[in-house]
Every structure is written in structure tokens, then in C-alpha cells.
T-cell receptor
Framework: KAGVTQTPRYLIKTRGQQVTLSCSPI?????VSWYQQTPGQGLQFLFE???????NKGNFPGRFSGRQFSNSRSEMNVSTLELGDSALYLC???????????????FGPGTRLTVL | GQQLNQSPQSMFIQEGEDVSMNCTSS?????WLWYKQEPGEGPVLLIA?????ELTSNGRLTAQFGITRKDSFLNISASIPSDVGIYFC?????????????FGKGTKLSVKP
């Protein structure tokens, strides 16, 4: 079955602009998580959505927001972009079965955001 | 906050050599994971560990969940060129959000044929 898809794959924006990234999970997966990956900080958790509700949020400013639609597709938005927001943004989907020690997260290829 | 200290940061080895990398923390975790990321791709899960002391293999890869629950190790035997990539450890606590993985900074592996 098809993997996690993210669009666009590459994006260039300027400071102060806003950006919206999209993630389509694997069919049947209802949980989507977003991560920011930079050379300095590594992979950092942004937020998780399950059944259209944000379930958990990482330590990022309010400029970072997200949502999930009824078909489990998710978007994340970054407003008032800063140079430091340049990063690879990864989304991951999982089934999120209750009681499981760990439901494997499947990552998409990411969106490379460059802020000039 | 919780942090994972992963070492080494990078490794340059000859094809056929064995590789070891580890991840430590001052916090206790219930689950340890090892991922590999290749250029232009997202991380892919290699091994998941759920119990202290657990030793799990996946082909030439072997990982262990430390007995103190504060560390984990990954070994790759007889490395080959396709092992090139960045290896990440990750951890979480059962009962927490499945999405809230904490990642190490990664070990970049280069293999010389």
C-alpha cells in the first residue's frame, strides 16, 4: 500500500511569510505526528493529531499550528516565518491501537523548507 | 527536558567491519527504538525494544535495551556499502503519546568499499 506522502517536497519562503505543509497518512492510519529536523537540534516533536484532535504538543511557539481532517490528512502551518524555521518537516502516521506498547510510526520523505 | 545522548556522532569504517553505537539518558524509558534515515527519505524503523535487558536482532543488526532502562545499543556486523546513512535512537514511555518520540542527534555512518 502507498506510504506517507508529503507535499510539497521543497519550499522556499521569505521571512514574515506563512506556509502550509500537507501530509497524507497511510490508508487506515488515524494518527499523524509532525517533527522538525535540523542539523543542530535533530528531530523534535511538534504535535500529534488523532481523530481530528490534537493529542500532544511539543515545545514550539504558537506560530506552529496544525489540523487534521476527517479523512486523516493533516496540515501544519507556520506563520511569520523566521530564518530558524528552515528545516526538514517530517510527518509520520500510525494506527494508534489502544493497549499496544508501540504502534510503529511510518515517516514520509519530508518537506524541505528554506526561509530566506 | 528529557534528552538522549547518542554517540558517536559519525563513523568512517571499512566494508566488512563491525559497528557499535549507543544512546544514553538520565531518564528511564519503557521503549527504545532504532531508526535509519537515508538522504531524501524519512526515518525507517529498524528495531523496537520493549523490555529491560532485551536483545533483538534484525539481520546483521542487533540492539539491546539497557538493564537500567536508561540506555540502548545498536551493533551492525560485517558492514556493507548500503548501510550508509544516519542512525537514530528514539525512546518513549508507555502511556504517553505514541507521537511523542524523543530522538538522539544521530550517528552518521560512512562505509568505504
Amino acid at each position: 500500500k502507498a506510504g506517507v506522502t508529503q507535499t510539497p517536497r521543497y519550499l522556499i519562503k521569505t521571512r514574515g511569510q506563512q506556509v502550509t505543509l500537507s501530509c497524507s497518512p497511510i490508508s487506515g492510519h488515524r494518527s499523524v505526528s509532525w517533527y522538525q529536523q535540523t542539523p543542530g537540534q535533530g528531530l523534535q516533536f511538534l504535535f500529534e493529531y488523532f481523530s481530528e484532535t490534537q493529542r500532544n504538543k511539543g515545545n514550539f511557539p504558537g506560530r506552529f499550528s496544525g489540523r487534521q481532517f476527517s479523512n486523516s490528512r493533516s496540515e501544519m502551518n507556520v506563520s511569520t516565518l523566521e530564518l530558524g524555521d528552515s528545516a526538514l518537516y517530517l510527518c509520520a502516521s500510525t494506527t494508534r491501537l489502544a493497549g499496544a506498547a508501540y504502534n510503529e510510526q511510518f515517516f514520509g520523505p519530508g518537506t524541505r523548507l528554506t526561509v530566506l | 527536558g528529557q534528552q538522549l545522548n547518542q554517540s558517536p556522532q559519525s563513523m568512517f569504517i571499512q566494508e566488512g567491519e563491525d559497528v557499535s553505537m549507543n544512546c544514553t539518558s538520565s531518564s528511564i524509558f519503557n521503549t527504545w527504538l532504532w531508526y535509519k534515515q537515508e538522504p531524501g527519505e524519512g526515518p525507517v524503523l529498524l528495531i523496537a525494544l520493549y523490555k529491560a535487558g532485551e536483545l533483538t536482532s534484525n539481520g546483521r543488526l542487533t540492539a539491546q535495551f539497557g538493564i537500567t532502562r536508561k540506555d540502548s545499543f545498536l551493533n551492525i556486523s560485517a558492514s556493507i556499502p548500503s548501510d550508509v546513512g544516519i542512525y537514530f535512537c528514539a525512546a518513549l514511555n508507555y502511556g504517553g503519546s505514541q507521537g511523542n518520540l524523543i530522538f538522539g542527534k544521530g550517528t552518521k555512518l560512512s562505509v568505504k568499499p
